[in-house]
């Protein structure tokens, strides 16, 4: 099946740096990547939706600066959290649509970031 | 306003029992899809079934089935001679148009535990 990682798996930073999560699809083309935090005990949920060669488009009360989202190629996203707090603190997750594959799985999730910052 | 409920917040069973999820979503659309994932303590979501709005036929694979109706709103996951292994949090999510954007709602996920 598809398979989607992301690096690093988990990171540790200081208050006021930037970390970059990449998400990678493996053996396909994405042609559609999804953002989603995770805070501890909760849901999924939806930070912005990436395609590739444009903007992301961000959900409502997602600061698209602080989280700085680039789809380059079709096998690859980057979430870059700037300037990241203590409350920034979570599991970061993506996924990737393969158009073409098998259509009940529609998406295909990566094994998530876990991001502290202290 | 799209919507997925699961009131379960954990639940725990003896390894051998039946365990049956809660799911509820709300949709005004006629068409949509929910989906079960399963997320084990490693974090990856894993991809258990889609069904569609126009599909109410349950569904067993294994040791899993699924009960879709309409009527009630409701995709409840039971989980036959529960194994140790399937401890983990299960997510139910919807998709509604309009088509191509592939958003999910997730529920806030039932915990899991099966002991042994």
């Known amino acids: 099946g598809a398979v989607v990682s992301q690096h690093p798996s988990w990171v540790i930073c200081k208050s006021g740096t930037s970390v970059k999560i990449e998400c990678r699809s493996l053996d396909f083309q994405a042609t559609t990547m999804f953002w989603y935090r995770q805070f501890p005990k909760q849901s999924l949920m939806l930070m912005a939706t990436s395609n590739e060669g444009s903007k992301a488009t961000y959900e409502q009360g997602v600061e698209k600066d602080k989280f700085l989202i680039n789809h380059a190629s079709l096998t690859l996203s980057t979430l870059t959290v700037t300037s990241a707090h203590p409350e920034d603190s979570s599991f970061y997750i993506c996924?990737?649509?393969?158009?073409?594959?098998?259509?009940?799985?529609?998406?295909?999730f990566g094994p998530g970031t876990r991001l502290t910052v202290l | 306003a799209q919507k997925v409920t699961q009131a379960q917040t954990e639940i725990s069973v003896v390894e051998k029992e039946d365990v049956t999820l809660d799911c509820v979503y709300e949709?005004?659309?006629?068409?949509?899809?929910l989906f079960w994932y399963k997320q084990p303590p490693s974090g990856e979501l894993v991809f258990l079934i889609r069904r569609n709005s126009f599909d109410e036929q349950n569904e067993i694979s294994g040791r899993y089935s699924w009960n879709f109706q309409k009527s009630t709103s409701s995709f409840n996951f039971t989980i036959t001679a529960s194994q140790v292994v399937d401890s983990a949090v299960y997510f139910c999510?919807?998709?509604?148009?309009?088509?191509?954007?592939?958003?999910?709602?997730f529920g806030t996920g039932t915990r899991l535990k099966v002991l042994a």
């Open positions: 949709t005004r659309d006629t068409t949509y899809y």
């Open positions: 999510a919807l998709r509604t148009p309009p088509s191509g954007t592939y958003k999910y709602i």
């Open positions: 996924s990737a649509r393969a158009p073409g594959t098998s259509v009940n799985n529609e998406q295909f």
